[in-house]
């Protein structure tokens, strides 16, 4: 009921930049949690960045100072300004959108997640 869409992402090299993008559509009556996550391979899913209701942010601390998290309410869309890059931010990132529908049910959904590379 929930759709994210990702854009961004792609090849860069090590101290480039890149911006993700998430828009939410569907049924929503309001966001209260817009999120990054990312995956490395072979290691667990980790939260990258939060942005609660009231812009409040929450950052992973080996992102801090280099990543910065936003969010468009008027576009339901989140996104993710990347400076600074390292090999090690290489991962799928994935968006993270909670909140409730029109029918007052809370929802939780994910984006299907996109890639970011970074070379040495």
């Known amino acids: 009921q929930v759709q994210l869409v990702n854009s961004g992402g792609g090849l860069v090299q090590a101290g480039g930049s890149l911006r993700l993008s998430c828009a939410a559509s569907?049924?929503?009556?309001?966001?209260?949690?817009m999120g990054w996550y990312r995956q490395a391979p072979g290691k667990q899913r980790e939260l990258v960045a939060a942005i609660g209701s009231g812009s409040s942010t929450n950052y992973a601390d080996s992102v801090k100072g280099r990543f910065t998290i936003s969010r468009d309410n008027a576009k339901n869309t989140v996104y993710l300004q990347m400076n600074s890059l390292k090999p090690e931010d290489t991962a799928v990132y994935y968006c993270?959108?909670?909140?409730?529908?029109?029918?007052?049910?809370?929802?939780?959904?994910w984006g299907q997640g996109t890639q970011v590379t970074v070379s040495s």
């Open positions: 993270n959108v909670r909140g409730r529908l029109s029918s007052r049910a809370d929802f939780n959904s």
């Open positions: 569907g049924s929503i009556f309001s966001i209260n949690f």
